[in-house]
Each structure stands twice: as C-alpha cells, then as structure tokens.
C-alpha cells in the first residue's frame, strides 16, 4: 500500500524536514487505502483505469451488471472530489477536517542527538571506532481528522458502505497506516441524512476519523573533530610501571576529513 506523495517545493529538504504529516499524506493514504480494500469486492467493486483514477467510463450500452464480474467500469467512486463535474453513485468522498499542533514537549524534543560511528584504520593496521553526533533532532505531533462522506442513491447501500468504510481503520489495515506515520485514535460515525436530488434522494452519512501523526526534523551537525593526534611512546612495556626512554616520541596528526576517504 503506497500513495505515491511527492512534493515539487524545495523548501523542506532545504531546512532539513523529513517529515510533516498535516494534510496531503494522511489524505492519500485515506483514499489508497480505500481504493485497494474496495478492489477485492464483488459487489462494491473499485476498478482503476490506465491512469490510476477511478474507471467511470460512458455506461451507454453497458449492461446493468457491468463491474460485478468484470472490470469494464468501477461500481464505486472513491476520491477527494467528483471528476470532470459528473457524480457518481455511491461514492466514498475523502476529505480534511483540519490539525493541530500537540507539541509533544516543551523544547520539541530538541536536545536530541543522533550519533553515527565511524571506523578509522592507521598506516599500521590499529582499528578504532569513533562516535560522533551527525544531526540534532526536533520532532513534534499532530492531531486532526479525516473525514470520509458516503453518498449513496440507496439508504441500504449508505449503511453498508458506512460499514465497510470503518474496517480497514479500526482493525485491518490499522497497523499498515501506523508504519506510514498516521494513527487512527478514534472513529465517529454522524447521523445519516437525506437530500433531494431532481426526482430522487441522495443519502448521505459522514465517518470523522480522528488521526494523529508527526513532523520530524534532522538538522545537520558539522564534523566535531577536525584533527586527531596519535602519541606514540617507545620503552619496556614488560615491566610495571613502563619504562619509557626519555625523549623518544612519535607525534603525528590524523586529518578527520582526510580519513573518512581512506577507509
């Protein structure tokens, strides 16, 4: 299960945000997940066309069980919006209730450091290991809703899908969702409605899922050692204490950067 998100703006990667999940993730993940549950249904049956898009071609001459057993059109629309300025019936209409920000400390978390070890490797084979910070880390949580509406031309067909909409959130895919950085914290299902529509009825019903999820920043830390001097001392090492001639040192500077590159 993926959504495919991606962002054409610069700005997070040029302040070193890897995550801000408010609105268009949480959205998509919503409408995919919907979308692949849906597919493996006989009856409420979702096809996709060639562009990844609800299959809603023109039903003239289609026969009236087209989709049950077939992919020749969806017999469910699912999406953030009707396209083309046609409604289709049902629907799962998949749209944002608004966040908040739920700081999850008062520092948002920013004296957190995150560490990397680095193997460094002499001219005569000594091994060490050094760790060394590579970025500070700020994090903070969300808290908003996602809000599917089921409009349907059948009252049936509405508390059916109402239904079926609430199981891959509450149980089924709820753990997919959580590795995909939103938490589905509770479900609440609105009071049905009726609308009139020319000679017909439309009926509605809102599910309000109340989600929770995170923006995560790493900010860079420059390299901390810059140089690393290695001493060497020459004498008895048998005897305790050693005993070291006098005036007899080796002193050389190990560059940090020059290093990395030759291990």
Not at 76 to 83: A, P, Q, V
Not at 134 to 158: H, L, N, Q, Y
Request: proline share 5%.
């Amino acid at each position: 299960m993926g959504t495919g998100n991606t962002f054409k703006t610069d700005l997070y990667s040029l302040f070193d945000y890897y995550q801000n999940t408010i609105i268009v993730h949480p959205k998509e993940l919503f409408i995919e997940t919907l979308r692949e549950f849906f597919s493996h249904d006989s009856y409420y049956h979702y096809v996709r066309d060639e562009w990844g898009f609800p299959k809603t071609p023109d039903h003239t001459d289609l026969s009236l069980d087209a989709g049950l057993n077939d992919d020749q059109t969806t017999r469910l629309y699912i999406g953030e919006s009707y396209r083309h300025d046609t409604r289709y019936y049902p629907a799962l209409i998949v749209k944002s209730g608004g966040s908040r920000s739920v700081p999850i400390s008062i520092n948002r978390d920013k004296n957190v450091v995150k560490w990397q070890s680095t193997r460094f490797v002499d001219g005569y084979g000594n091994e060490s290991i050094i760790n060394t910070p590579s970025c500070f880390v700020r994090s903070g949580a969300w808290e908003g809703t996602i809000i599917v509406d089921v409009e349907s031309r059948s009252p049936r067909s509405r508390d059916e899908l109402v239904e079926l909409v609430t199981v891959p959130f509450i149980d089924l895919r709820m753990e997919d969702a959580m590795v995909a950085g939103v938490t589905v914290m509770k479900t609440d299902i609105q009071a049905p409605s009726e609308i009139d529509d020319r000679n017909d009825k439309i009926y509605k019903q809102s599910i309000s899922f109340t989600i929770r999820s995170e923006w995560h920043r790493e900010i860079p830390v420059n390299s901390v050692i810059d140089v690393i001097m290695i001493c060497v001392d020459i004498g008895n090492l048998q005897t305790t204490p050693p005993e070291l001639a006098p005036n007899l040192r080796i002193v050389t500077n190990v560059e940090f950067v020059n290093s990395l590159f030759d291990i």
